[in-house]
């Protein structure tokens, strides 16, 4: 794939 | 009718492992399918460059070749040219749209950082709380890993650009009606002395089994996307039994488990692709010594592989900008995000700063 992947940006992390 | 909310709630400590395992299916699959892509963009290369289908079914030296007759048809179906211009056009615009949203929340925190500074300058130690530019480390290190992500979203950008650059001339000729597409080819003498020999009936048999080889690769490619799996009761499992996870050791016990089979069936497809390209090069080699070229069915061929090239490339610049689109519409969704969160401790920020400067004057 071209572009950069998101994946790791998707999940949300825990807000302290 | 009682249903447990949290019956999908499990310990920290197993969300990490499935969100780990998730990421390793993810790669297997990505590499898997990887192949198959690559084998077919291969095999499409390999043909092209030996003017494979067209060669043998261009036995009138002048008309366009049924297989660059199909090839053209399906690049108009795609849209043609217009299509891909449209939205090549257009992400400028989305790479914009994104820059600004990263722009303006790294400088709502900016701007509160100035003011947080001015008044620690003027109170000193009476202005005791945490100092902005410390809060806002890990948003600032978020920020600067989204430019990372929009730099290299310019450099591919511009592969793509440059892919449309070098291939829009051919393309542009296989989008026209079939007359035009046929005064465009260079005429040559008709071969018809090659119809029904040995080595053309060889030839089209061998190609028809790479089409099957090829067929085979789409059906894997959706049979190893839609293998589906939870780790969740094996994690359970291991935390209850031994109070710890060995997720690499569970995952790619599972992993071997659900795709071995088909790795070993791509590994057999790309061998059996690597079998029939050899076999369809040494045949393709015979018909070239057979079919008497000259100059101008050199050029005719030379025009014949550049139009099956487009077509080619047409596919791959489509990919590359419905992939592109997709990354910068999923990151606004992701930017506009970490807009909020920038604006929402900025604005817990302002509230205490109103606070302190109240208490300050009061004292």
Known sequence: SLYPSLEDLKVDKVMR | KFTDI???????????????????????VSRL????????????????????????????????????LEKSRAVIQQGGLNSIEQLIKDLPELLQRN??????????????????NELRAKFN???????????YKPLRAEGA?????????????????????????MIALLCKPESELCSAIPSANPAKTLQGSEVVNVLKAQLMQLDEIKRDREALEVEVKAVTFDMTTK????????????????????LDTRYGAYTQRVQKNLRSQEDILAQIQTSHQEFAALKQSN????????????LASAHDSYIEISSNLREGTKFY????????KFQNKCSDIVFARKTEREELLKELQQS
């Not at chain 2, 949290?6 to 297997?28: H, N, T, W």
Request: glycine share 4%.
């Open chain 2, 6 to 28: 949290f019956e999908k709630m499990v310990p920290m400590l197993v969300q990490q492992s499935l969100s780990i395992a998730s990421s390793r299916k993810a790669d297997l």
């Open chain 2, 33 to 68: 399918v990887g192949s198959l892509r690559e084998a077919t963009n291969l095999c499409n290369g390999v043909l092209a460059s030996l003017n494979l289908p067209a060669a043998i079914e261009d036995l009138s030296g002048d008309s366009v070749p049924q297989s660059i």
């Open chain 2, 99 to 116: 820059r600004e949203i990263l722009d303006e929340s790294l400088k709502i925190l900016n701007d509160e950082e100035t003011t947080d």
């Open chain 2, 125 to 135: 130690q009476r202005w005791n709380r945490t100092p902005s530019g410390d809060l």
């Open chain 2, 145 to 169: 890993n989204f430019r990372n992500i929009l730099d290299k979203a310019v450099q591919a950008d511009q592969v793509v650009k440059e892919r449309y650059n070098t291939h829009c001339e």
């Open chain 2, 235 to 254: 994690f359970l499992t291991a935390l209850a039994q031994d109070g710890a996870i060995n997720e690499e050791a569970l995952t790619t016990g599972e």
């Open chain 2, 295 to 306: 100059a101008d069915a050199n050029n005719r061929e030379e025009v014949l592989k550049k």
């Open chain 2, 329 to 336: 519409n999923d990151l606004t969704e992701i930017l506009l």
